[in-house]
C-alpha cells in the first residue's frame, strides 16, 4: 500500500538558516508528489509537486524539492528561512489512476529570529 | 475568482446530533475531494464527488457518515449521531479534473462535539 513518511515531527531553525525537511514514499510505480504547508488554522497550500521530468522542482516562495527514486524521497529545501516559514509542511503522494492524496504525518517548523 | 470556500468554519455539536459540512468548490471545478485532520495527524481522505456522483468513498467510516455533490448547490459532508470521536479538522478540496489537475484546499471546519 502506498504510505508517506515524514520522520521528523517538529524542526526548530534560526531565520537564515538552511532548512530540509524529509519525505519517503513508499508506491510501487512513479508517483506524483506534492509538498503542502499549512498555516495555524488555515487550508492546505500547494508549494510544489513532481509528476515527471526534471527531478529537481522550483515552487512558491523560495522552496524546492527534489525526486530521488533510488532512496524513495522527496525532501523540500530552502536556502534560507524567513519567519513567516513557521507553518506545518506536508508530503503527499497520489497514485496516477486515482485521485486521492495520501499525507505524511507533517513536520512543523519552528523559526527563531 | 473565489477559492474553495467551505461553511460553517467552526461547528459545535453535542454527542447525538446531526453535523452539515458545506464546500462551495472553485468556479468551474467539478471534482470535489473531502479529507479529515484529526488533532496532531496528517489529512486522510474521505471521499470523491463529481457532480451526482460519488466516484471514490474507500475512506468513509461504513456507518453514519455521508456525502453528496449535487447538481445545483455546494458538496455536503453529513455526519450522523456524532461521537467525541469526530472531532477533527474537515477539508474539503476541488479540481478541474483527474490526474494532474491540482486541488486546491479550503479553510476547513473544525468540528468539536461536546
Known amino acids: 500500500a502506498q504510505s508517506v513518511t515524514q520522520p521528523d515531527i517538529h524542526i526548530t531553525v534560526s531565520e537564515g538558516a538552511s532548512l530540509e525537511l524529509r519525505c519517503n514514499y513508499s508506491?510501487?510505480?512513479?508517483?506524483?508528489l506534492f509538498w503542502y504547508v499549512q498555516s495555524p488554522g488555515q487550508g492546505l497550500q500547494l508549494l510544489l509537486k513532481?509528476?515527471?521530468?526534471?527531478?529537481l522542482v522550483q515552487g512558491i516562495k523560495g522552496f524546492e524539492a527534489e525526486f530521488k527514486r533510488s532512496q524513495s524521497s522527496f525532501n523540500l529545501r530552502k536556502p534560507s528561512v524567513h519567519w513567516s516559514d513557521a507553518a506545518e509542511y506536508f508530503c503527499?503522494?497520489?497514485?496516477?489512476?486515482?485521485?486521492?492524496?495520501?499525507f505524511g504525518t507533517g513536520t512543523r517548523l519552528q523559526v527563531f529570529p | 475568482n473565489a477559492g474553495v470556500m467551505q461553511n460553517p468554519r467552526h461547528l459545535v455539536r453535542r454527542r447525538g446530533q446531526e453535523a452539515r459540512l458545506r464546500c462551495s468548490p472553485m468556479k468551474g471545478h467539478s471534482h470535489v475531494y473531502w479529507y479529515r485532520q484529526l488533532p496532531e495527524e496528517g489529512l486522510k481522505f474521505m471521499v470523491y464527488l463529481q457532480k451526482e456522483n460519488i466516484i471514490d468513498e474507500s475512506g468513509m467510516p461504513k456507518e453514519r457518515f455521508s456525502a453528496e455533490f449535487p447538481k445545483e448547490g455546494p458538496s455536503i459532508l453529513r455526519i450522523q449521531q456524532v461521537v467525541r470521536g469526530d472531532s477533527a479538522a474537515y477539508f474539503c478540496?476541488?479540481?478541474?479534473?483527474?490526474?494532474?489537475?491540482?486541488?486546491?484546499f479550503g479553510p476547513g471546519t473544525r468540528l468539536t462535539v461536546t
Open positions: 508506491y510501487g510505480a512513479t508517483p506524483y
Open positions: 478540496a476541488s479540481s478541474l479534473g483527474t490526474g494532474l489537475n491540482e486541488q486546491y
Open positions: 513532481y509528476f515527471s521530468g526534471d527531478t
Open positions: 503527499a503522494v497520489a497514485a496516477y489512476n486515482t485521485d486521492k492524496l495520501i
